[in-house]
């Protein structure tokens, strides 16, 4: 893949242009009006015309064939929840698998961003160390008191 063809840009790997036989490619800060990512044609939204990342599922397929604005009636949101008929974003399961959402989530599933805070009882994502070394939420991690301490 080409670099940026900006003078004095340091990015190594240009995939904006007007076509594939477009030699003139550009970064996405340096990308003109009507340009398009040049590398992603199988996430591409198969709506004519549309160059916006394809997000939306048909049931029992695990490609995105469609975006938000052009998925069919049905169509479900890539990493959506696992109960039927619920169009919302998967964010809670067990050891960093996403399978539901808030609303749908089962007893004993964490958000599953990283690993859990150690303290227990706590479902938050464990973010920051102890000074024990142990994994902990911002609110258990001792970090949290400052914020209010400032009055």
Not at 56 to 76: D, I, L, N, R, S
Not at 126 to 139: D, L, Q
């Amino acid at each position: 893949m080409p670099s940026c063809s900006i003078e004095g840009c340091s990015v190594k790997y240009a995939e904006w242009g007007y076509s594939k036989e477009d030699k003139v490619r550009r970064c996405k800060k340096h990308a003109d009006e009507g340009m398009i990512p040049l590398n992603r044609d199988k996430l591409r939204c198969k709506a004519e015309g549309c160059n916006v990342t394809a997000s939306k599922v048909p049931p029992g397929m695990k490609t995105p064939q469609f975006c938000a604005k052009h998925a069919p009636e049905g169509y479900k949101q890539v990493h959506g929840c696992r109960e039927s008929d619920c169009m919302l974003y998967a964010s809670f399961g067990h050891n960093d698998k996403k399978m539901y959402c808030l609303i749908h989530k089962k007893d004993g599933m964490t958000r599953g961003s990283g690993p859990s805070c150690t303290i227990e009882g706590c479902t938050k994502t464990g973010k920051f160390k102890t000074k024990e070394g142990n994994r902990a939420c911002f609110f258990h991690s001792g970090l949290g008191h400052h914020c209010h301490d400032a009055g």
